[in-house]
């Protein structure tokens, strides 16, 4: 079957915001803010943080995770952490 | 006394000319498709096992049944000459004057409805390759005069990816069966066939084949099946497993196991779930193996697969798979590949209808859905498919 291969941080990103959150491609972007995904829920916080922990290796706080309110929110607290994003 | 002749359906017109002969003289015969006719070891040499009792009178359709294992059901001839008559009646068929055969007729719904029906009521029977051969099935429509035809739920889809905008008026009746009936389809379809009245069809192949039969716009629902048929009984056993009784369903089955007759007061299973409401009026809850448990909540995957059907006018299928936990899930095949605004609107629709245990594991997409040869997506083979694309995966 037939599947992309992930090269950037960026595209890591985007792969996981689809996965946890049920987006198809094109209702991605790095502007989408957690109240225009009503699946950025509770569970979504937790499968978020699930996701970050396994695709770039950092643990998310419980206060990081809850208080995450975007995209780019996400990317700015993963950046502190030296995990660089090239748009 | 002689063997049961085996009739292999390959050339359709030779096919129908055999089974006229057959019937007529009364010896029992099987019908198996030529796709279908190594389908199980013992089809080598099965005639021998039928006792000799049942050597007179019957038939038998080869079918993969409620258990996807391939099995012999065998009827009694006047019995379902008899359905085919009731069937005349409840569906209003005296206008029809002719049946187009899309499906092969070694489907008992397309061998009951249609080749029988015709071969009791004097209509014609028209024989195509049904979408296989989809400028041969246009032409049939559009040269239809009074005519019926019988389709099976997914071919909804595929007539309007490819007549779309069509209509055909020679056709005054149009069935459904065999699987979900396509609600969501009927604007279309009544665009399409303007002075149809259409019906849902519900039965098995162990029914030979009718249990129930509705017209489309006496329910608001795919899953809504009307009421039992005369001489048909309906019941809910436990977990709302529907069971049956029908003078018109098989008398026995064969398989790999041996010869089962079917005595007339047991109650049939066959697979799917229903509960009736205080009218008599049934109600499909899906397949015994479409409802299941993940995460300790009830997942029914009809109600997932009507919010799939009501945003995807593609087709669909999907099989069960466990996810890495152990938890059983689903994965959702679309078909053909869905555009973004087609694969958004599903997607959308998913997250706020469903919660986050009812996604499938998976959604994927491959150019062409395997049929099996009743015209429904074959889901074991679904899976196997090669040219899968996966568009979306839960992450878990």
Same mark, same amino acid.
């Given at each position: 079957?037939?599947?992309?291969?992930?090269?950037?941080?960026?595209?890591?990103?985007?792969?996981?915001?689809?996965?946890?959150?049920?987006?198809?491609?094109?209702?991605?972007?790095?502007?989408?803010?957690?109240?225009?995904?009503?699946?950025?829920?509770?569970?979504?916080?937790?499968?978020?943080?699930?996701?970050?922990?396994?695709?770039?290796?950092?643990?998310?706080?419980?206060?990081?995770?809850?208080?995450?309110?975007?995209?780019?929110?996400?990317?700015?607290?993963?950046?502190?952490?030296?995990?660089?994003?090239?748009? | 006394?002689?063997?049961?002749?085996?009739?292999?359906?390959?050339?359709?017109?030779?096919?129908?000319?055999?089974?006229?002969?057959?019937?007529?003289?009364?010896?029992?015969?099987?019908?198996?498709?030529?796709?279908?006719?190594?389908?199980?070891?013992?089809?080598?040499?099965?005639?021998?096992?039928?006792?000799?009792? @049942? +050597?007179?009178?019957?038939?038998?359709?080869?079918?993969?049944?409620?258990?996807?294992?391939?099995?012999?059901?065998?009827?009694?001839?006047?019995?379902?000459?008899?359905?085919?008559?009731?069937?005349?009646?409840?569906?209003?068929?005296?206008?029809?004057?002719?049946?187009?055969?899309?499906?092969?007729?070694?489907?008992?719904?397309?061998?009951?409805?249609?080749?029988?029906?015709?071969?009791?009521?004097?209509?014609?029977?028209?024989?195509?390759?049904?979408?296989?051969?989809?400028?041969?099935?246009?032409?049939?429509?559009?040269?239809?005069?009074?005519?019926?035809?019988?389709?099976?739920?997914?071919?909804?889809?595929?007539?309007?990816?490819?007549?779309?905008?069509?209509?055909?008026?020679?056709?005054?009746?149009?069935?459904?069966?065999?699987?979900?009936?396509?609600?969501?389809?009927?604007?279309?379809?009544?665009?399409?066939?303007?002075?149809?009245?259409?019906?849902?069809? @519900?039965?098995?192949?162990?029914?030979?084949?009718?249990?129930?039969?509705?017209?489309?716009?006496?329910?608001?629902?795919?899953?809504?099946?009307?009421?039992?048929?005369?001489?048909?009984?309906?019941?809910?056993?436990?977990?709302?497993?529907?069971?049956?009784?029908?003078?018109?369903?098989?008398?026995?089955?064969?398989?790999?196991?041996?010869?089962?007759?079917?005595?007339?007061?047991?109650?049939?299973?066959?697979?799917?779930?229903?509960?009736?409401?205080?009218?008599? +009026?049934?109600?499909?809850?899906?397949?015994?193996?479409?409802?299941?448990?993940?995460?300790?909540?009830?997942?029914?995957?009809?109600?997932?697969?009507?919010?799939?059907?009501?945003?995807?006018?593609?087709?669909?299928?999907?099989?069960?798979?466990?996810?890495?936990?152990?938890?059983?899930?689903?994965?959702?095949?679309?078909?053909?590949?869905?555009?973004?605004?087609?694969?958004?609107?599903?997607?959308?629709?998913?997250?706020?209808?469903?919660?986050?245990?009812?996604?499938?594991?998976?959604?994927?997409?491959?150019?062409?859905?395997?049929?099996?040869?009743?015209?429904?997506?074959?889901?074991?083979?679904?899976?196997?498919?090669?040219?899968?694309?996966?568009?979306?995966?839960?992450?878990?």
């Amino acid at each position: 079957m037939a599947t992309a291969t992930l090269t950037t941080n960026i595209e890591k990103l985007k792969d996981l915001a689809l996965e946890v959150f049920l987006l198809s491609p094109g209702e991605f972007n790095l502007d989408l803010k957690r109240e225009q995904i009503e699946t950025w829920d509770s569970l979504g916080v937790v499968s978020l943080a699930v996701g970050v922990q396994e695709t770039f290796g950092y643990h998310l706080t419980q206060d990081e995770a809850i208080n995450i309110t975007s995209i780019r929110g996400l990317i700015a607290v993963l950046e502190a952490r030296g995990i660089s994003f090239d748009e | 006394m002689k063997s049961v002749q085996v009739l292999i359906e390959r050339d359709p017109a030779r096919f129908v000319a055999d089974l006229e002969n057959h019937w007529n003289c009364k010896k029992t015969f099987a019908c198996i498709h030529e796709k279908s006719a190594t389908a199980a070891p013992w089809l080598s040499d099965f005639p021998e096992r039928i006792p000799p009792a @049942y +050597r007179e009178g019957h038939y038998a359709l080869l079918t993969s049944g409620s258990t996807g294992a391939p099995k012999l059901v065998i009827g009694r001839q006047e019995r379902s000459e008899e359905l085919a008559g009731v069937l005349h009646s409840v569906q209003d068929s005296e206008p029809v004057r002719e049946t187009i055969v899309a499906l092969p007729l070694t489907y008992c719904y397309a061998f009951v409805n249609q080749w029988l029906w015709s071969k009791v009521t004097g209509r014609r029977l028209v024989l195509t390759a049904g979408l296989a051969r989809p400028e041969v099935f246009r032409e049939s429509l559009r040269h239809a005069r009074d005519a019926m035809i019988c389709l099976v739920g997914p071919q909804a889809a595929m007539l309007g990816a490819m007549f779309g905008g069509q209509r055909f008026t020679g056709v005054i009746r149009l069935h459904f069966a065999g699987g979900r009936f396509p609600q969501e389809q009927l604007p279309a379809l009544r665009q399409m066939f303007p002075n149809a009245v259409i019906f849902n069809n @519900y039965g098995c192949a162990e029914a030979l084949p009718r249990l129930t039969v509705r017209r489309a716009e006496d329910g608001q629902a795919a899953s809504d099946i009307g009421f039992p048929l005369p001489g048909v009984e309906l019941k809910s056993g436990e977990a709302n497993e529907l069971l049956f009784l029908s003078r018109y369903r098989c008398v026995a089955q064969l398989d790999g196991e041996g010869f089962h007759p079917v005595a007339s007061s047991q109650w049939l299973a066959n697979g799917d779930l229903a509960r009736a409401d205080g009218q008599g +009026r049934w109600q499909l809850l899906g397949r015994a193996s479409e409802v299941f448990k993940r995460y300790g909540e009830k997942i029914a995957l009809p109600n997932v697969l009507t919010t799939v059907n009501q945003q995807w006018p593609g087709q669909v299928g999907y099989y069960r798979e466990k996810d890495r936990a152990g938890e059983d899930g689903y994965v959702l095949i679309l078909s053909p590949p869905p555009d973004e605004s087609h694969l958004s609107g599903l997607m959308q629709a998913l997250r706020a209808r469903h919660p986050r245990t009812h996604w499938p594991l998976r959604i994927e997409c491959t150019a062409t859905l395997p049929m099996g040869t009743n015209g429904k997506v074959d889901s074991l083979a679904a899976q196997t498919t090669e040219d899968r694309t996966l568009l979306w995966r839960q992450r878990l």
